[in-house]
């Protein structure tokens, strides 16, 4: 059974400078990968979705996958308060949607 | 602009009480879900429906049922609610089972007393 575990916990970074999110998962054959930013009390956004190894960027949000490593991290450029929310990592496989493996996410605060 | 709805927002009920919770989409999406979220866990889902009166299980789909008889409106029933049925509920909507983009709601916050 897929196991995603997504690290630091919480993460706290002055706004401006660059946060790192990480996420490792243990199927390897794993080939859909997406990080969601949940504000409190409101649903899931998607930021991007990447499919194979390498970089996929989305305005600020860039993602990098290493599937060889079981790796896949967010990087968000010039955070602003706003950004601060719960991220969260979701793997899936060929089935889709069905088979979805969420992380516990990492709560990410950007200080003024 | 596309938009997925839960309601209520917040719950409270006493165990033993049945529970409806309502979710709507306005895109037709085909596949709707249910899923939970709990405090260290990451969402998991009950139940799955690909159309009409054509509902899954998920991976948790004890002591849930589901209703679908819009494609734009899906519901999760508790029948005689328990008390770690304590949850935030989560429904998503996509245009179909694959690889497409989930669309998710606010949430609904539900306690169980």
């Known amino acids: 059974q897929q196991k995603v575990q997504q690290s630091p916990e919480s993460l706290t970074v002055s706004e401006g400078a660059m946060a790192s999110l990480n996420c490792t998962f243990s199927d390897g054959t794993s080939n859909n990968f997406r990080w969601y930013r949940q504000h409190s009390a409101k649903g899931l956004e998607v930021l991007v979705s990447?499919?194979?190894?390498g970089e996929k960027e989305e305005g600020r949000f860039t993602a990098h996958l290493n599937r060889a490593n079981l790796h896949v991290s967010l990087h968000i450029r010039e955070p602003q308060p706003s950004d601060s929310a719960v991220y969260l990592c979701a793997v899936s496989m060929n089935y889709g949607n069905e088979k979805i493996t969420f992380g516990a996410g990492t709560k990410l605060t950007i200080k003024p | 602009d596309m938009k997925v709805t839960q309601m209520p927002r917040y719950l409270i009920k006493r165990m033993g009480e049945n529970v409806l919770l309502e979710c709507g989409q306005d895109?037709?999406?085909?596949?709707m879900y249910w899923y939970r979220q709990d405090p260290g866990l990451g969402l998991q889902l009950i139940y799955i429906s690909y159309d009409v009166d054509s509902n899954s299980e998920g991976d948790i789909p004890k002591g849930y049922r589901v209703s679908r008889k819009k494609r734009e409106h899906f519901s999760l029933i508790l029948d005689s609610a328990k008390t770690n049925q304590t949850s935030v509920y989560f429904c998503a909507s996509s245009w179909d089972r694959g690889q497409d983009t989930q669309y998710f709601g606010p949430g609904t916050r539900l306690l169980v007393l």
């Open positions: 895109m037709s999406h085909e596949t």
């Open positions: 990447i499919f194979s190894d």
